[in-house]
């Protein structure tokens, strides 16, 4: 069955960088898009990045454009997102999630990595 | 990115049907037949229930149905149970190859 396992989350200060990992099995990892979505304590969630399944076309929100970086590995079926210049707006769990099939629809999630932002 | 706009709560009793909805604009909602609707439990990931506006994946119970009304969507819950006591978030494909949330409704069972 699908497996998406987060990693990389932790505690940073303002204007750090911090680079998440998303382990995927269970699927053809190299045909299915990915996305990473987040949610700040207490809140409801918010669509960060998207990446098509050849690893070329790349989209973000625009709260992050600029700063965070999409990308694939789908040699080693892993899911990144380097995020830099962190603000603590951006304090949050991390989900990655694929999508289901060839829809619209997200239809896999981690189980998400804390990303709390802090002096 | 404004975030679709969603009932912040609604109830209902066991055997009830509640209907959630979810508003955007001819850009997201309105533009595209790309709405999902996802359910999360306290402390869990989201779970998938509908995508593109009226579908639902399998394993997902036909309790749960969908359409769309010009820039508006709304999930339908029906046969009430406990365990759909949750937190529901729509979802659109927006112009601009991004994607965008509701801001969530929490469904409480009475």
């Keep these: 069955q699908v497996q998406l396992v987060e990693s ?41 990045a998207f990446i ?3 690893g070329f076309n790349k989209y973000y929100a625009d709260s992050v454009k600029g700063r965070f970086t999409i990308s694939r590995d789908n040699s080693k079926n892993t899911l990144y997102l380097q995020m830099n210049s962190l603000r603590t707006e951006d304090t949050a769990v991390y989900y990655c999630a694929k999508t289901y099939y060839d829809s619209s629809g997200l239809g896999g999630w981690g189980q998400g990595t804390l990303v709390s932002v802090s002096s | ?28 909602v309105g533009g595209f037949n790309y709405v999902s609707w996802y359910q999360q439990h306290p402390g869990k990931a989201p779970k998938l229930l509908i995508y593109d506006v009226t ?13 769309k009304s010009g820039n508006t969507a709304s999930l339908t819950i029906s046969g009430l149970q406990a365990e759909d006591e949750a937190d529901y978030y729509c979802s659109s494909y927006r112009s601009g190859d991004t994607w965008v949330f509701g801001g969530g409704t929490k469904l409480t069972v009475l």
């Excluded at chain 1, 200060?13 to 680079?19: A, D, E, K």
């Excluded at chain 2, 969603?6 to 001819?26: E, K, R």
């Excluded at chain 2, 579908?55 to 359409?67: C, D, H, I, T």
Aim: hydrophobic share 30%; charged share 10%; net charge positive.
């Design chain 2, 55 to 67: 579908k639902r994946p399998s394993g997902v119970s036909n309790r749960f149905s969908a359409l």
């Design chain 1, 52 to 54: 098509r399944y050849e």
């Design chain 1, 8 to 48: 990389g989350g932790g505690v940073v200060q303002p204007g750090g960088s911090l680079r998440l990992s998303c382990a995927a099995s269970g699927f053809t990892f190299n045909t299915y898009g990915m996305h990473w979505v987040r949610q700040a304590p207490g809140k409801g969630l918010e669509w960060v």
């Design chain 2, 1 to 28: 990115q404004s975030a679709l706009t969603q009932t912040a709560s609604v109830s209902g009793s066991p055997g009830q049907s509640i209907t959630i909805s979810c508003t955007g604009t001819s850009s997201d």
